[in-house]
């Protein structure tokens, strides 16, 4: 890339980190002390606001950078990550989003507990939301070093170091000082950005193919070098029969993961009722379904006007797709429209990474000190100590978070929450589900089924193609693989399920009977809810 290029992604960069700094020195002046505060913005945001900041939270460079690559290199495969994206939302709306805002308070585990013995239960339910942050807060990592190998037009390991390094250390200032208040004003900012840069750029591809959506499907396919091929089912998923499975085992995952997913679990503790709740979720379905319909366009649109061969050379796994085709769209490299596009995307990109790395970390932080710390503990933790322990659970999280985003650089964003999805929807789906619906649940059940989910889905991933034994693998130079599936999902969220249910039936523990009947009333009236 040019100097201009770079000169000016670099200021609208830094000016979207200005302005979000500015906002949680602002918002870090207010009182910070109490734990409603900090984790969950005093529950004063409206459901469009909320709805808006479930929006930006969702909308990862997984989505943006990610889907549209995959798209671009695979065609009809890769919108099956839209797909799956979109339809978790359903589950999360009719399952989840009022009976979570209704029973919990801060965290996942506060709704599993309820009606449990908390001290196991809050160990797991906060071991396994850490973990499910870390793997997402990697695929953010992943993203932010391919965009500025491309904007810098730096591919050393030391320039994306430097990157991941400086976005980790944004992120701890953001939670930190500035809280939920702040996260959720930087989500409203960044999501306004990233809907206008990406309704920008599908109006662009789509007058240059004068609206004809058709033809733009057409020249995909010809550039691809697949042909026809390119618009059908089976050019990633097709091949053999693992293939066809891990389509199905990421299919499970995205769809019933979004529902266990932390940081989104948490956005329903920000409004102040249930119905306020439901309300955000159907503001983030429209807004995330408008974008990810966009998604399509940009995707088919890389493919036929940068095509797929550029994209790969660029970044293997297509990560850097979307900012290539602004660049061509604006006229190519050296031109006037191309360097302003160019620098708009990759600041909207970075700025998407910045604001759902902050929102990731406030969740995690939250289960560190709320679950972990609180539990751990054996006499009542005050809520200023547990705040001042989440702040420094984020400065930990955070380094965590660089650590493996260095070591999984080469890794396509959106494959990398494919994985976070599967861990979310086999250890936190079945415990959260179980404790809403079923009344003979008991705490071991509950703790079964967390890590019953989590280890196998671990250590499916550990023995699977994307850590070791293929070119493209975190170790290419050995071999530990011996399951063939890349996505654990199809295997691990059934043992979620079933390890749930045996440790209920096989538990000496009675329900209590008293405890499930205040939940269900609580859960669907709102009755008592904080």
């Not at 459901?47 to 290199?73: C, H, K, Q, R, W």
């Not at 199905?248 to 249930?274: D, E, W």
């Not at 969220?493 to 523990?509: K, M, N, Q, R």
Request: with cysteine.
């Amino acid at each position: 890339m040019t100097g201009d290029h770079q000169m000016l992604a670099l200021l609208l960069f830094s000016g979207f980190v200005a302005v979000t700094l500015g906002i949680t020195t602002w918002v870090s002046r207010r009182r910070q002390g109490s734990a409603e505060e900090f984790y969950v913005g005093g529950r004063l945001f409206s459901p469009m606001e909320n709805g808006f900041a479930i929006a930006g939270d969702y909308m990862s460079a997984a989505s943006f950078l990610g889907v549209t690559g995959l798209i671009a290199l695979f065609g009809y495969d890769g919108l099956l990550y839209v797909v799956g994206f979109l339809v978790a939302w359903l589950v999360v709306l009719f399952l989840v989003a009022e009976l979570v805002r209704n029973c919990g308070r801060f965290t996942l585990a506060d709704v599993v507990a309820a009606r449990m013995s908390e001290r196991p239960v809050r160990i797991a339910a906060g071991t396994s939301s850490v973990t499910v942050s870390v793997l997402y807060l990697v695929a953010q990592m992943v993203g932010a070093g391919s965009l500025v190998a491309l904007l810098l037009g730096r591919t050393s390991g030391a320039a994306q170091a430097w990157t991941v390094i400086g976005v980790g250390a944004l992120m701890v200032i953001y939670v930190s000082l500035g809280g939920m208040r702040a996260t959720t004003w930087i989500q409203i900012v960044k999501a306004v950005l990233l809907l206008s840069g990406t309704v920008a750029l599908t109006v662009l591809v789509l007058v240059r193919f004068h609206g004809d959506f058709d033809q733009l499907l057409v020249t995909a396919a010809e550039r691809s070098g697949h042909g026809s091929a390119f618009l059908a089912p089976g050019l990633k998923y097709g091949g053999s029969w693992t293939a066809r499975l891990d389509f199905i085992s990421l299919g499970l995952a995205l769809v019933l993961g979004t529902a266990g997913l932390p940081h989104i679990l948490s956005r329903f503790y920000t409004v102040p009722t249930a119905r306020a709740a439901r309300r955000s979720v159907v503001w983030s379905i429209g807004l995330i379904g408008g974008f990810y319909l966009m998604t399509i366009v940009l995707g088919f649109g890389a493919a036929a006007v940068v095509g797929p061969d550029v994209v790969s050379r660029s970044n293997a796994a297509g990560n850097t797709a979307v900012p290539l085709l602004a660049l061509d769209l604006g006229g190519g490299a050296g031109s006037t429209g191309g360097t302003v596009l160019f620098a708009v995307v990759a600041a909207v990109a970075f700025a998407t990474i910045l604001a759902v790395v902050a929102g990731i970390t406030l969740a995690s932080s939250a289960s560190v000190a709320h679950d972990l710390y609180a539990s751990l503990r054996r006499r009542r933790v005050k809520a200023r100590s547990e705040v001042a322990v989440a702040r420094i659970a984020a400065v930990g999280i955070g380094v965590v978070a660089i650590a493996l985003g260095l070591l999984a650089r080469d890794l396509n964003v959106a494959f990398l929450v494919g994985l976070a999805f599967a861990v979310a929807a086999s250890a936190n789906l079945p415990a959260l589900l179980y404790s809403l619906f079923w009344r003979a649940f008991t705490t071991r059940g509950a703790v079964w089924a967390v890590y019953g989910g989590l280890i196998p889905a671990l250590g499916l991933v550990l023995l699977s193609p994307v850590v070791s034994g293929s070119p493209g693998s975190l170790f290419p130079d050995v071999d530990f693989q011996y399951f063939p599936l890349q996505n654990p999902g199809i295997v691990s969220i059934p043992l979620g399920f079933l390890a749930g249910w045996l440790g209920t039936v096989i538990s000496d523990e009675s329900a209590d009977e008293a405890k499930y009947a205040e939940t269900e009333v609580r859960s669907l009236t709102g009755a008592g809810a904080v």
